[in-house]
């Protein structure tokens, strides 16, 4: 007999997930607040469900992704949520980047009602998502974890369990250090090069091969050389990412000037109307700070 | 009858570049500050030069090596400085890193003089100038270029020629902007990593394949965790670069806040005596500021 899922949240990256876990054969009930986004699913044979608590119901496991951590919250446990409809046994899988510290809190909740909680937040982008290809960092019960790993396995091609509940989310904000301020670098380096008229093509292959070279460099750096702003993911989100990272490095004491930094970069590129543009827009305010228009 | 050439600055650079040419068949002629540095390429063919200027006299290309702007105005124009021996028609091409404002007045010195001077600025480290597989970025005539070209290809894997005078050293300072923002990038990801007690080499392992990745990660990352502090490229040598960075950039009315901040942070690992440790020692300045020690 098929596994029942449930998926809930289906957005840019939510949709085509929750397709590739239909197309492996298992029966799929959805969920998302506009029924409009599921209408694709829907024709593949998912089953529509009215609310969070409906589409968990009966469900072995229950996806959710979703945009922050208060959205979590209310599909988990508002009203009509998850925890209404949930048996105990069951795994739920949040593929949300939130804050590593609430995730912890709602896993300890679901654990008192006998099911399991695993973060699971994605990176790769929704190329990655329609492609299943990519990177998902989980956190939580390793059993669990043993238990659910062939699903992720269709909708990713890198599968890490990382450690206990939220270490999935924290791995995922490390990847946003990493991402948010080599991205700056990139910015920084070609607004150097083009102050002086180096040719811009040149200098990103030349320097891609060697020390200097980075996904960033590699794949973003053209983009902002050709004023590609199209959203791979939109500094909106990246910004999200960037609070949750500020907030756990203020829980734990710590201290990132160059992550705060670039958090105030991108604000100045929100201000300037850049929020719905990809990363790359970054761009434009170092641009803008050395008058390079 | 095999080409005269002269090699002036026998560092951990120079030497076994110095070296390649001469394997190649060429009479080089070699002079540095301290003639024990030279030994082992006397032993192998190379003629003592007393100056530059001596070393200079007769050779068709002179390759200098040398650590800072002054090292290289005193050698090419100060007392028994190239500019006394060298003869219309020859070719001095400049290693060093060094002012690209600088670099273009010194070329217009030696086009004067009815000779050219390239600037060719190397990335790799020692261990590329010994495997021979150092990235050499030129810059200056394009004709004067195409004829040494075939020495820069003894010693360099991936050489370039970036436009006119001062191209060269300002694709090198491109690479500095990007390869210390980068390495900060890595510094913050792991301090928050590691204070959030992941596994820091199951991070660096799962973030280096996707959009976060980067050489800094995969290569400065390991030795970070490993406290492994051994220079590949002293904190010093990237300050001096950082200086010619922000010096540049003051002329050219650009602003690099990235950049500044971690040449700031880079005098903190200085402070702690870091100097002479390589790059991946900025790492103990955020564990310091975090308290992770």
């Not at 180096?198 to 750096?221: F, H, V």
């Amino acid at each position: 007999m098929p596994t029942k899922l449930a998926f809930i949240g289906l957005g840019v990256m939510g949709e085509p997930m929750a397709g590739h876990l239909l197309a492996a054969g298992n029966t799929v009930a959805v969920h998302t607040r506009s029924k409009s986004k599921a209408t694709r699913l829907l024709t593949r044979g998912a089953r529509w469900a009215d609310s969070s608590a409906d589409a968990a119901r009966g469900a072995e496991v229950i996806f959710t992704c979703l945009p922050d951590t208060p959205d979590v919250e209310h599909v988990l446990l508002g009203e009509k949520g998850i925890i209404e409809g949930i048996s105990a046994g069951s795994v739920v899988i949040d593929h949300s980047t939130i804050s590593p510290e609430r995730t912890r809190e709602l896993a300890t909740i679901l654990f008192h009602k006998g099911c399991a909680l695993l973060d699971a937040p994605v990176s790769g982008g929704d190329l990655g998502a329609r492609n299943a290809s990519l990177a998902i960092m989980v956190g939580g019960d390793a059993k669990a974890f043993a238990r659910v790993e062939p699903y992720l396995r269709c909708m990713g091609k890198t599968v890490v369990h990382c450690g206990p509940s939220g270490a999935g989310q924290l791995t995922k904000l490390v990847n946003q250090i990493l991402v948010s301020v080599t991205n700056l670098a990139v910015c920084e380096a070609l607004s150097f090069a083009k102050k002086h008229r180096l040719n811009l093509d040149k200098t990103i292959d030349i320097l891609s091969a060697g020390a200097a070279g980075s996904w960033q460099l590699a794949n973003l750096g053209p983009r902002m050389v050709n004023g590609d702003f199209r959203p791979g993911f939109t500094i909106d989100l990246q910004q999200k990412d960037l609070r949750l990272v500020l907030e756990s490095a203020s829980d734990g004491k710590l201290s990132l000037p160059a992550a705060s930094l670039v958090q105030q970069l991108f604000a100045a590129a929100q201000a300037a109307g850049h929020g719905k543009d990809g990363t790359q827009a970054l761009y434009c305010v170092l641009e803008k700070l050395s008058s390079l228009h």
